[in-house]
C-alpha cells in the first residue's frame, strides 16, 4: 500500500501562482510513477501531469503545458506541482497519484491504484 498526502492548495488570484506537495508513505516510492490530476465542479477527473519513477520523464495536458511544472525528491518521498499563471478555469480538486504502469500509459487515471484525498485549489478572476 502507498499512503498519499496533498497540500499547498488554496485560493489564489488569476496570474498568481501555487506549489503543491504530495507526501507518499508505505512502500518504496521511487517504485512509483506519479501522478496529478484535477476535478472540477461538475466535471470529471482529468490527467494533468505525470512524471516516471526517477523524475526523468514528464508529461503534461495541452491545458497546463508552459504554466506547470512536475518534480519530485525521491529522498523526501514527495512530489510536486509547481503551478503559474493560474487561470479560473484551473480551479479544482487537485489529487496525487501513484502507479506502476510504463510511462506511456500514465494519462490513464484507471491506471493508479493509489490515490490522496485531494486539495482544493480556487483561483478567482
Known amino acids: 500500500q502507498v499512503q498519499l498526502v496533498e497540500s499547498g492548495g488554496g485560493l489564489v488570484q488569476a496570474g498568481g501562482s501555487l506549489r503543491l506537495s504530495c507526501a507518499a508513505s508505505g512502500r518504496t516510492f521511487s517504485d512509483y510513477a506519479m501522478g496529478w490530476f484535477r476535478q472540477g465542479p461538475e466535471k470529471e477527473r482529468e490527467f494533468v501531469s505525470a512524471i516516471s519513477w526517477n523524475g526523468v520523464n514528464k508529461q503534461y495536458s495541452d491545458s497546463v503545458q508552459g504554466r506547470f511544472t512536475i518534480s519530485r525528491d525521491n529522498a523526501k518521498n514527495t512530489v510536486y506541482l509547481q503551478m503559474n499563471s493560474l487561470k479560473p478555469d484551473d480551479t479544482a480538486v487537485y489529487y496525487c497519484?501513484?502507479?506502476?504502469?510504463?510511462?506511456?500509459?500514465?494519462?490513464?487515471?484507471?491506471?493508479?491504484?493509489?490515490w490522496g484525498q485531494g486539495t482544493q485549489v480556487t483561483v478567482s478572476s
Open positions: 497519484a501513484a502507479s506502476s504502469v510504463s510511462f506511456a500509459f500514465l494519462r490513464r487515471r484507471t491506471n493508479y491504484p493509489y
